[in-house]
C-alpha cells in the first residue's frame, strides 16, 4: 500500500516552484538567506519552469550547488527545490538525497520553520517506503522501511494532531518491516504496528477499513486465531458484501475446531463455522458448489450424518453441489450410516443414471444387497456392474460375483469368475485359491452325485 500522493504533491510543487524563483527571498527565519549569485541565478528558474524545462532547472540547480558554500542556506534551498523538482518529473528515488540533504541543513542551522519541517520528513517517510517497494533487495528494503519508521516516527511525535492517514500509514509500514522474512516474523514490530492501528481506531469515529486489515493481518502472523475470529466479526457486521471477510472467518472457525483441545470446543466452533456460512447465504454469499459440500462435511464432523446426508442428497439432486462419483458413494454411504440401507441404494441407483458408463455403483448395491442377506438381488447387480465395466478393481468384483455365484449354487457361473479374479494382480494373495478349490470341489461332487443317481436308474 503507497500512501504517496502524487497528483497533490505536484501541483503543491509547482506553486511553490513559482514562489521560490524570485531573485533574493527570505523565510520565516532570520538566517535564511540566499547569497546575491545564488539570488540571481534562482530568479532564472521562473522561465524555466513556465517553459517546464525540467532538465534546464536541475542543470541550473546542480550548479548553485557546486559553488554554494557548506553548509548555507543557499545549499538547503537549492536542495529543496531540486527535489521537488525531481518529484515534478516523478523521479521519485531522485528526489531522496536533496530532499535529506535539505531536512538535515534545516535542523541544524534551523533554515526552515517548523512546519515545513515536518512536511520534508513526511515526504521522506513516504519516499523511502515506496522504494522498499520497488526494490528486489532484501537488504535495502530492510535499510529503507528503516529510514521510513525513522522520519513517520519522529513526524507523528511532533504533530499535535496525526492525521490518520499518517497512522494507517505507519501502521502498514511496520507490518510489511515486520514481514519482511516470512520466516522470520519480527514480532516486535508487529506489536508495534497493533499499536498505531489501535491509535488510529480509537480516536477516529469511523475508522478506516484498513486499519483492520492489517490489525487481522498482524494478529494472524502472531498466531492469534481467536483474535482474528473477533475481528473478522466485526469486519462482516461492518462489510457485510465483502466475500472475502466471510471466507476467511470460516476458514478462521474451521481451523480453531480443528486445533480444539477439547471435543466440547471442537463443536462450539464447527457451529460457529455453521452459522457463518448460513449467515452468508442469507446475504447471497458462499453458496457455491464447494461452499455448500463444505457445509456437509462440517456436518459430518459434528456426528449429524442425518443433516449432513439431506443437505448433500438436496445438493446432488439440484446441482448447488458438484457432482461426481465420490460425492454419490459418499452419500450412499451416509445413508448406511443411519441405517437406511434402502435409501442407500436408491441413491446408488440414481447415480447410475448421472453416470452410466461406470459398474462401481451396481458393485455396491451388489454389497448392500448382500448384506440384507438378498443374494439375488446382489446376484444381479454384481453381474450389472461387470458389464458396465470401469471398476476400480475388477479382479475383486470378479471375487464377489464367484462368491455369490458359489453361495447360490451356480458353479459353473462360480468357476468362470474365479478364474476371471485370477488374472487380475490385485488377487494375487487373496483366498481366491480356496475359493476355487471348493468350487471345483463343488462341481466334482455334484457330478459324483449325478453319476451315482444316473447308476441307480440304471
Known amino acids: ?23 533574493a527571498m527570505l523565510s520565516a527565519q532570520e538566517n535564511a538567506q540566499t547569497s546575491e549569485r545564488a539570488g540571481e541565478d534562482l530568479g532564472k528558474l521562473q522561465e524555466l519552469i513556465d517553459a517546464k524545462n525540467w532538465n534546464g532547472a536541475i542543470n541550473l540547480l546542480n550548479g548553485i550547488l557546486r559553488y554554494a558554500a557548506p553548509n548555507s542556506y543557499d545549499q538547503a534551498l537549492a536542495n529543496d527545490i531540486l527535489s521537488k523538482i525531481y518529484l515534478q518529473v516523478s523521479d521519485y528515488a531522485a ?7 535539505a531536512y538535515q541543513l534545516g535542523e541544524a542551522y534551523k533554515f526552515f520553520d517548523t512546519r515545513s519541517q515536518l512536511d520534508r520528513i ?42 490518520e492517514d499518517a497512522r494507517l500509514f505507519y501502521a502498514t509500514l511496520l507490518y510489511n518491516q515486520a514481514t519482511l522474512n516470512p520466516d522470520n516474523v519480527d514480532k516486535v514490530l508487529l506489536k508495534k504496528a497493533q499499536e498505531q492501528v489501535n ?55 474451521a481451523n480453531l475446531a480443528a486445533e480444539a483441545k477439547s471435543p466440547e470446543k471442537a463443536e ?76 442407500a441404494i436408491e441413491a446408488l441407483q440414481e447415480a447410475s443414471k448421472h453416470f452410466p458408463d461406470t459398474g462401481r455403483f451396481d458393485h455396491q448395491i451388489a454389497q448392500i444387497y ?21 471398476l476400480d478393481k ?29 488374472e487380475f494382480e490385485e488377487n494375487r494373495d487373496s483366498q481366491l485359491p480356496r475359493l476355487k478349490q471348493a468350487i471345483e470341489d463343488a462341481i466334482k461332487e455334484r457330478e459324483a452325485v449325478k ?8
Open 1 to 23: 500500500m503507497t500512501f504517496l500522493s502524487v497528483t497533490t504533491l505536484k501541483r503543491c510543487t509547482i506553486a511553490f516552484l513559482l514562489a521560490l524563483a524570485a531573485p
Open 95 to 101: 528526489s531522496i538525497p536533496p530532499m535529506e540533504k
Open 122 to 163: 513526511y515526504y521522506l517517510a513516504q519516499l523511502y517506503y515506496q522504494e522498499a517497494n520497488n526494490t528486489k533487495s532484501s537488504a535495502l528494503q530492510q535499510q529503507y522501511f528503516t529510514k521510513a519508521a525513522h522520519y513517520i516516527d519522529n513526524w507523528l511525535k511532533n504533530t499535535p494532531r496525526p492525521t
Open 199 to 253: 491509535e488510529g481506531l480509537h480516536f477516529t469515529i469511523n475508522p478506516k477499513e484498513n486499519f483492520y486489515v492489517i490489525l487481522l493481518a498482524t494478529l494472524q502472523q502472531s498466531g492469534e486465531i481467536a483474535k482474528t475470529a473477533e475481528i473478522l466479526e466485526l469486519l462482516v457486521h461492518k462489510y457485510p458484501s465483502k466475500l472475502t471477510y466471510w471466507q476467511q472467518l470460516m476458514g478462521t472457525y
Open 268 to 343: 462450539e466452533f464447527n457451529l460457529r463455522t455453521i452459522v457463518t456460512i448460513e449467515r452468508a447465504q442469507a446475504l447471497g454469499m458462499m453458496d457455491s458448489p464447494k461452499d455448500n459440500y463444505n457445509l456437509v462435511g462440517i456436518y459430518f464432523n459434528l456426528g449429524q450424518h442425518g443433516e449432513a446426508t439431506k443437505l448433500l442428497h438436496k445438493g446432488l439432486r439440484d446441482g448447488t453441489i458438484e457432482s461426481d462419483v465420490a460425492k454419490w458413494e459418499l452419500l450412499s454411504y451416509s445413508y448406511q450410516q443411519i441405517n437406511k440401507e434402502f435409501q
Open 370 to 390: 448382500y448384506s440384507l442377506n438378498r443374494v439375488e438381488e446382489a446376484h444381479k447387480h454384481v453381474n450389472l456392474a461387470i458389464n458396465k465395466g470401469n
Open 394 to 422: 475388477p479382479g475383486a468384483v470378479y471375487y464377489f460375483l464367484a462368491y455369490i455365484s458359489f453361495e447360490l449354487l451356480k458353479f459353473e457361473e462360480a468357476l468362470v469368475a474365479v478364474n476371471k479374479a485370477a
Open 451 to 458: 453319476a451315482q443317481l444316473a447308476a441307480q436308474h440304471d
